[in-house]
């Protein structure tokens, strides 16, 4: 595949996306749109649990009757309840969010947040030719109409790679931010211990314990208790499907909608998770940023089972991360990051694991790259 026919093909995806995007929000009745759903689909969940905090009911914001009420306040008529699940720390960002009527506190946070993400893909990426690549990213696109936080954990991400080693401390700082959504950063902390990235390591403790300990003071540390209590109802919607399985991108996902047994499931996904993990830690300890920061948002990926479309927005900074391809693997692998998030609607069609393969690919093409650093002879002393 040449580099313009991508190009091609990539906008005309996202035109017809938007074209959709377009079409249901035409058909909408107010805030809510013909199928029942709220326009801006998941963020009803952040502004409800961000007025409920806001209005003294942070002790109920994982209650389904309360969240159905700001629901309601959002967008009246809705038929559909998206619950609280989130932790504290992100709690902090939703109630700021929630002093702005609800459609403008949407457009707010995807503004903001797409801006991020703009910003760090740029610092990413190889040219400004090569913003396509994420202007186009049908996981990014899909936020205009769920305003989800992929576009918010993929900036984040994106900017702690690419200044890990020139500004350690920042780099850390960074990745202490993504307590917002603690199951994506998880291999942040082994990454930056196997590498010997101490000064990045220290700073991200620092920052993570420290938003952490605000998110405890303002709405008080049992909500933390709250929200661990709440993770078997969080766990639920995924092991009983009471959400559309194509939404959601793991293998372990996959498997379920192809009729698999949940202990076949998730038996598959954990084995595949384990080779995936070791695949990872070998990377790792390269020390080689541009590998171990594609591997990292890899891993990641294919490590969750639970995790959703939106998601890959990560997977896309991990091949923005490696740069312009240079072999037809990483080609693959980009080409594939680029199109993981069109599961949403090729599942529907053919529930294949389209996720989790683009994701082996990328893992694949950090190891790769990192034994091909490996093998590199080091620079001769200068005299």
């Excluded at 991508?6 to 377009?22: K, P």
């Excluded at 629901?71 to 929630?98: E, K, M, R």
Aim: aromatic share 10%; net charge positive; charged share 10%.
């Amino acid at each position: 595949m040449t580099r313009k026919a991508f190009e091609i093909g990539a906008v005309c995806v996202a035109l017809a996306l938007l074209a959709t995007f377009a079409f249901l929000l035409s058909h909408a009745d107010g805030m809510v749109l013909a199928n029942g759903q709220p326009v801006f689909g998941d963020f009803i969940a952040f502004w409800s649990g961000g007025r409920a905090a806001l209005e003294g009911h942070v002790a109920d914001a994982h209650t389904r009757a309360l969240i159905e009420g700001y629901h309601q306040q959002a967008a009246p008529g809705v038929a559909y309840v998206a619950p609280w699940n989130s932790p504290p720390t992100f709690l902090l960002i939703a109630s700021a969010l929630a002093l702005l009527p609800y459609p403008f506190a949407a457009i707010t946070f995807i503004a903001t947040s797409g801006a991020l993400y703009l910003y760090a893909a740029r610092k990413l990426l190889p040219d400004a030719r090569a913003m396509i690549f994420a202007l186009t990213l049908p996981a990014a696109l899909y936020h205009l109409g769920s305003a989800q936080t992929g576009l918010l954990v993929a900036g984040v991400s994106g900017l702690a790679l690419t200044w890990l080693d020139r500004r350690p401390l920042t780099a850390g700082a960074l990745v202490g931010l993504l307590a917002v959504k603690p199951h994506l950063a998880i291999f942040w902390p082994i990454m930056l211990a196997v590498s010997g990235r101490w000064r990045a390591f220290a700073a991200a403790s620092v920052s993570s314990l420290a938003f952490i300990a605000l998110a405890g003071a303002v709405f008080g540390f049992e909500s933390y208790v709250r929200f661990f209590e709440n993770l078997g109802a969080t766990q639920n919607l995924v092991t009983s499907q009471l959400i559309a399985t194509p939404a959601y991108a793991s293998l372990y996902a996959s498997l379920l909608q192809l009729g698999a047994p949940q202990s076949v499931a998730i038996g598959a996904h954990a084995a595949f998770a384990v080779v995936g993990v070791g695949l990872a830690l070998r990377v790792f300890l390269t020390k080689d940023r541009v590998a171990s920061g594609a591997a990292l948002c890899a891993v990641t990926l294919i490590a969750l089972p639970y995790c959703f479309f939106y998601d890959f927005t990560l997977l896309a900074v991990g091949a923005a991360v490696m740069g312009a391809p240079c072999t037809r693997l990483e080609l693959a692998a980009a080409v594939a990051a680029w199109s993981a998030g069109l599961s949403l609607v090729l599942s529907y069609v053919a529930p294949l694991p389209y996720c989790a393969l683009a994701a082996w690919l990328l893992l694949a093409a950090a190891s790769v790259r990192a034994r091909s650093a490996a093998a590199q002879p080091a620079p001769a002393p200068q005299p």
